[in-house]
C-alpha cells in the first residue's frame, strides 16, 4: 500500500510505501477509493492542534469498500462500501461515551490525526465507526458528507430552528448545510472575504438567498450564524448579525484568537457555543437524509499522489466546495 504520509509537522507530506496490514479484532480494512480534504487536514499538518501525531496518514472524510475483515466484527461485509468520519474511536465508558456525548470523549481517537486516517489506498478503521454508506452516488460525490457533511449537520441542528441562517466562511461544510438548509425552507445569507464576488456567486447558485462580504450587514437580523472559517475575529460581527436571543455557532476545531468585544454584544441572551466532532448517531441521521435532500456537492479531483497541492489549494482558498483525493 502507499500512502502521503505526514513525518513531520509543517512538512509536506510524503509519498511512502508501507507494508499491507491485516485488520485486528473489531477492525476493517478498506480499500479506499476517494478522500475528502478538510481544513482540520490544513491545522494537522500545521501541528495546530494539540498533542500532534507523526507520522500520520491525514485524511478523515474516506470513502471506499471493505476487502478485509477482522475477528468479530458483525453486520459489514467483504466489497460493501462504507464512509470513515473524523471520530475513528470513542472509549465507551466515559462519563460522556455513557452520557450520549461520545463526540466529547476523554479518550477517543481520531482518524488522520490521532490514527492514520485516509491520504492512502489502504486504511485500518474500527468497524463500529464506519458507516454503510450504500450504492447511490459516486465515491468522490460522497466523501466530503464525511466530515464537512456531517459537522456541518452536527452545527445546522446546534443552531436551532431559526429561519434566518448565516454561514461565514462559504467553504465545503457551508455549501452543503446551504443546500440542507434551504430544503428545511430557511434563508441562507452567506458572508465570504469582503470582495470575494466569485465565492458569493457560488454561495447564491448553492442557495443562498443574500451573499456578501463578512464586513457587511445582513439585510435582515438573523436568527442564527454558524462560523466555519477558523477566524476568531468573525464572532463579534456575527453576535452583532444575530437578534436577541440568537446564536452564533463556532463550527471549527481551530480558530485564531477571537478578539475582546462590548459586552452588549452578547447582552440580550444572545448565545455562543462551540461545535466539537461528531457523534455516530450525527452520522447515521445525516447520511439517511443525504440522498432524500439531493445533496450535490461540488468537488476538485486530485489524484492520490498530488495531496499537498490539494493542501496549498484549500488553503489559498483556490477552488469552491471541496477537494478529494482519488486513488490510483
Ligand atoms: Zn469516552
Ligand atoms: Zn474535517
Not at 452536527?154 to 431559526?162: E, F, H, K, Q
Not at 435532500?293 to 466546495?321: D, M, S, V
Request: aromatic share 8%; net charge neutral.
Amino acid at each position: 500500500m502507499h500512502a502521503m504520509t505526514l513525518k513531520k509537522l509543517g512538512a509536506p507530506l510524503e509519498w511512502t510505501e508501507l507494508p499491507d496490514r491485516q485488520p485486528g479484532p473489531g477492525e476493517i480494512r478498506i480499500k479506499v477509493a476517494a478522500c475528502g480534504v478538510c481544513r482540520t487536514d490544513l491545522h494537522v499538518v500545521d501541528g495546530e492542534l494539540p498533542e500532534p501525531r507523526v507520522p500520520i496518514v491525514p485524511g478523515h472524510e474516506i470513502v471506499g469498500r471493505i476487502d478485509a475483515i477482522g475477528a468479530g466484527v458483525v453486520g459489514l461485509s467483504i466489497g460493501e462500501r462504507v464512509g470513515v468520519p473524523w471520530l475513528g474511536r470513542t472509549c465507551g465508558v466515559c462519563p460522556y461515551c455513557v452520557g450520549g456525548q461520545e463526540n466529547l470523549c476523554d479518550r477517543p481517537l481520531f482518524t488522520g490525526y490521532t490514527r492514520d486516517g485516509g491520504f492512502t489506498t489502504s486504511t485500518i478503521a474500527d468497524a463500529r465507526f464506519a458507516f454503510p454508506l450504500g450504492e447511490v452516488g459516486s465515491d468522490v460525490e460522497l466523501a466530503p458528507l464525511l466530515c464537512a457533511g456531517l459537522i456541518g449537520w452536527r452545527s445546522l441542528v446546534i443552531a436551532g430552528d431559526g429561519k434566518r441562517l448565516g454561514l461565514y466562511g462559504f467553504g465545503a461544510a457551508a455549501h452543503i448545510v446551504a443546500q440542507v438548509a434551504k430544503w428545511q425552507g430557511r434563508s441562507v445569507f452567506a458572508f465570504t472575504r469582503p470582495g470575494d464576488l466569485a465565492t458569493q456567486t457560488f454561495a447564491q447558485h448553492q442557495g443562498a438567498s443574500w451573499a456578501g462580504g463578512s464586513d457587511e450587514t445582513p439585510p435582515e437580523p438573523l436568527d442564527a450564524a454558524i462560523i466555519f472559517a477558523p477566524v476568531g475575529a468573525l464572532v463579534p460581527p456575527a453576535l452583532k448579525a444575530v437578534r436577541k436571543g440568537g446564536r452564533v455557532v463556532c463550527a471549527g476545531i481551530h480558530m485564531s484568537d477571537v478578539p475582546s468585544f462590548p459586552y452588549r454584544l452578547l447582552w440580550e441572551e444572545r448565545q455562543l457555543v462551540s461545535v466539537a466532532n461528531l457523534t455516530r448517531s450525527d452520522g447515521i441521521e445525516f447520511l439517511r437524509l443525504a440522498p432524500k435532500i439531493g445533496i450535490a456537492t461540488k468537488t476538485t479531483q486530485y489524484p492520490l499522489i498530488q495531496a499537498n497541492q490539494a493542501l496549498a489549494n484549500l488553503r489559498a482558498g483556490r477552488f469552491e466546495g471541496a477537494a478529494v483525493l482519488v486513488a490510483g
